[in-house]
């Protein structure tokens, strides 16, 4: 049940008589840390969240809140059921932005309270108050129905189901075991229910980057989800599809061509006002090419390659046929760009953003031939479709015969060697 969340408390008092105090809480616009000090972390919001109705009766605890900039509209409900051999005393309480239940008991060693919670969670960008308020309380409805147990079973399914396909098995190394498990857990948490919106670069896990997504997404998430949770690659990638009117508009104001994604958004447009680190890493486009193109090939959705796939890679193959540029030798270059090496900034020839470049022109050329009628639909002819083959084809690797290795850039091993002998510890 994706709307659910559910804890089971218990206490019991060890060796007297215990006078028990449980206070269960829903919590709107909480202070988060201070992040005074990192370079990398943006001005927070204060109070992001509007409130719009706060009920507490009984066990039932209820707020709905609206996102200031965004208009997105949440509701969170929750209730309770609550156990104890002796008296139980609750009360409940709430306003804007806490709804509150109290719950005391007083118990001998060998009793125990039992308090199990279950919260319902919603959210829409064009649904009503009581709409929602609905929604969470229907949700919470149906998790009532099954119970406590009912609620435990569905999830060992579910995650029984996850583990077969998607447990590494690490041998020697306990430790290194439960990090790797600890990790597949946390990526099925973070994007198993991405419903067509973005993976965050932070999962669940915290408030940095402030819930953006970023070519992480594409690069690490995706590919670890295309083989464990299929379904949620496809909607995270549809995500990216209902943000391109935004990136294309973004390539017009760049005097370019398709669709230029943002390097870092929650809604579909640019997040990053640095350029250098931010916009010019055009190579995202590329990586939300590839994890189309790599679902594809995993799943055979057929569908979801018309559908989807099709727009999103043609759009960034117009980008990079416009980007770039063939010079009087016939080689095609993509020069003032930043690769993932985000202290390397606007160089010219990424061998990374090139390689990537390449393998997306030759895949849109490709399913543009398997889909020709959606294809031209697009707006694509063979001309176009010819014109990205013979740039990928011509498409300079960076490459350092005296070393003999591919170099970072352009020019990248021409750089002053780093002094690591006369570098301190910090």
Excluded at 109 to 130: E, N
Excluded at 386 to 392: G, L
């Amino acid at each position: 049940q994706r709307a659910i969340a559910a804890v089971e408390y218990e206490v019991e008092p060890v060796d007297t008589r215990t006078r028990i105090v449980i206070q269960s809480e829903l919590v709107a616009n909480e202070s988060l840390p201070s992040s005074d000090g990192d370079p990398r972390a943006a001005q927070a919001l204060q109070s992001p969240l509007e409130p719009e109705e706060d009920l507490a009766i009984g066990s039932r605890l209820r707020l709905v809140h609206r996102t200031r900039r965004s208009g997105l509209r949440v509701a969170v409900a929750a209730d309770h059921v609550v156990d104890a051999p002796g008296e139980i005393t609750t009360s409940s309480e709430s306003n804007t932005d806490v709804s509150r239940l109290t719950i005391t008991s007083v118990l001998d060693p060998g009793q125990r309270l039992r308090v199990q919670k279950t919260v319902a969670h919603g959210w829409s960008g064009a649904r009503s108050r009581p709409a929602m308020s609905d929604q969470v309380e229907a949700a919470l409805a149906a998790a009532a129905h099954g119970g406590w147990d009912g609620l435990v079973a569905e999830q060992r399914d579910y995650l029984d189901d996850f583990w077969a396909r998607a447990d590494v098995e690490v041998h020697g190394d306990e430790e290194i075991q439960q990090a790797v498990r600890f990790a597949l857990f946390h990526v099925l948490q973070a994007g198993a229910r991405a419903e067509q919106r973005a993976i965050p670069a932070k999962g669940l896990t915290g408030s940095g980057y402030d819930g953006h997504a970023f070519w992480d997404t594409e690069m690490f998430v995706l590919p670890l989800l295309t083989y464990t949770a299929p379904k949620a690659v496809a909607e995270a990638l549809r995500w990216r599809q209902a943000t391109l009117p935004a990136a294309r508009d973004r390539a017009t104001q760049l005097g370019l061509r398709g669709a230029a994604f943002p390097w870092r958004t929650i809604d579909g447009s640019e997040g990053s006002a640095y350029w250098p680190a931010g916009t010019a890493a055009f190579h995202v486009a590329a990586d939300i090419a590839h994890a189309a193109v790599r679902y594809t090939a995993a799943t055979g959705d057929l569908d979801f390659e018309r559908e989807t796939a099709l727009e999103l890679l043609v759009e960034t193959a117009r980008l990079w046929r416009s980007l770039g540029h063939h010079d009087h030798h016939g080689v095609f270059h993509i020069d003032g760009i930043t690769g993932p090496d985000e202290y390397s900034a606007v160089v010219d020839d990424n061998t990374y953003t090139n390689l990537m470049a390449r393998s997306n022109l030759l895949a849109a050329a490709d399913v543009c031939e398997r889909h020709p009628e959606e294809a031209t639909r697009l707006g694509v002819d063979e001309e176009e479709s010819a014109a990205w083959r013979d740039a990928a084809e011509a498409v300079h690797i960076p490459y350092n015969e005296e070393i003999g290795v591919h170099e970072q850039h352009a020019g990248f091993t021409r750089h002053q060697r780093w002094d690591f002998a006369n570098t301190g510890a910090d």
